[in-house]
């Protein structure tokens, strides 16, 4: 049977109040809390680093679904990890050494996952796929919330899970960006089971947007 994972964005919600947000979406009904964490360089955007996710971790039990968009994100396995990160998304199109920062993100103890952006190819993280607990397939490009899904993208989803039953593989694929409870619905069908959600979770109350989420899968 499968299993799928409701993640809203912290990003989404206040950034003055992290650890209360963090607190209010686990009692919503949230199965991971996905942060986004961005560098400037990476996205044209800024966010937070390892220090907030540690500041964060005290006050939550959900999965902290680390989303890095940031150059060279070998660099911050350490800290994540020993901020309490349970899995770290890291960006093909941001190493040169894709291969060993996944290994380097399991060795230290985290699920390893792998993000491609809407204008790469799965055929760019083949060869990685045997390494990795997760597959996370952009649906907007990534940097900002509140952005309209990118249907063409799941076209990639359903590639990722052919690829996995033929070669029996066992990796969750999931969806960041523009996921609402419509675009959720398309999601799962071509083959999502876990669904990043940051501005439908925070355009009315995060308990009735995760139970409308939830409805649909
Ligand atoms: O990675 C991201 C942006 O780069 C966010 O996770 C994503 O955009 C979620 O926001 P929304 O649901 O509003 O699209
Ligand atoms: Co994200």
Redesign the pocket.
């Known amino acids: 049977m499968t299993d799928y994972y409701i993640a809203p964005?912290i990003l989404s919600g206040n950034f003055g109040k992290f650890t209360e947000e963090a607190i209010r979406l686990e009692a919503a009904g949230a199965d991971w809390l996905?942060i986004?964490i961005m560098d400037g360089h990476f996205v044209d955007n800024l966010t937070f680093g390892a220090g907030v996710v540690g500041a964060m971790r005290p006050y939550s039990k959900l999965f902290f679904d680390c989303?890095l968009m940031v150059e060279n994100p070998e660099n911050y396995v350490t800290a994540f990890a020993e901020a309490g990160a349970d899995s770290m998304s890291i960006h093909v199109e941001a190493t040169s050494h894709i291969h060993g920062a996944l290994q380097k993100i399991r060795a230290a103890g985290m699920k390893a996952s792998v993000v491609i952006n809407p204008g790469t190819p799965v055929s760019a993280i083949e060869p990685v796929l045997t390494l990795v607990d997760m597959v996370l397939v952009m649906t907007v490009n990534p940097g900002f919330g509140g952005q309209s899904f990118l249907t063409e993208c799941l076209e990639k989803v359903s590639d990722l899970a052919m690829f996995r039953k033929l070669r029996n593989l066992n990796f969750d694929i999931e969806v960041?960006g523009g996921i609402t409870d419509e675009t959720i619905a398309l999601a799962k069908q071509a083959g999502a089971n876990a669904f990043?959600a940051g501005s439908f979770t925070f355009s009315g109350e995060p308990a009735e947007q995760i139970r409308k989420l939830k409805a649909q899968l």
């Open positions: 964005s996905h986004d989303h960041d990043v």
